[in-house]
């Protein structure tokens, strides 16, 4: 079975850090790039960040910028993205997704992403 697990989310105060995971299980991430998204109460779900199969990674939002840091571990094959600085508007549950197609010129690391994880909680109170 193809899938894609997350971790590391949960409750942390203004300023805190988190480390999310995500593992994949029946497939191997060396050969597709991986992002993170977030979808908060009410909103659409946004692209946070990305890194391909050269280990090229991007963030999006400019509110995460320097603050949100995305690595592989082929080894582990595992996705991490570092938070730092939490603030409350960083509250969403953030998936994670894999992809190695082309996508549209607009799409996060430009693939279409197949496989979502289920999502993890992250709340950040002020």
């Known amino acids: 079975q193809l899938q894609l697990v997350e971790s590391g989310g949960g409750l942390v105060e203004f300023g805190g850090s988190l480390r999310l995971s995500c593992t994949a299980s029946?497939?191997?991430?060396?050969?597709?790039?991986v992002g993170w998204f977030r979808q908060a109460p009410g909103k659409e779900r946004e692209g946070v960040s990305c890194?391909?199969?050269?280990?090229?990674?991007?963030n999006y939002p400019a509110s995460v910028r320097g603050r949100f840091t995305i690595s592989r571990d082929n080894a582990e094959n595992t996705v991490y993205l570092q938070m730092n600085n939490l603030k409350p508007e960083d509250t969403a549950v953030y998936y994670c997704?894999?992809?190695?197609?082309?996508?549209?010129?607009?799409?996060?690391?430009?693939?279409?992403?197949?496989?979502w994880g289920q999502g993890t909680q992250v709340t950040v109170s002020s």
């Open positions: 997704a894999a992809g190695w197609r082309s996508g549209a010129p607009d799409s996060d690391c430009g693939v279409e992403y197949d496989y």
């Open positions: 029946g497939f191997s991430l060396d050969y597709y790039t």
């Open positions: 890194v391909t199969t050269s280990g090229d990674s991007t």
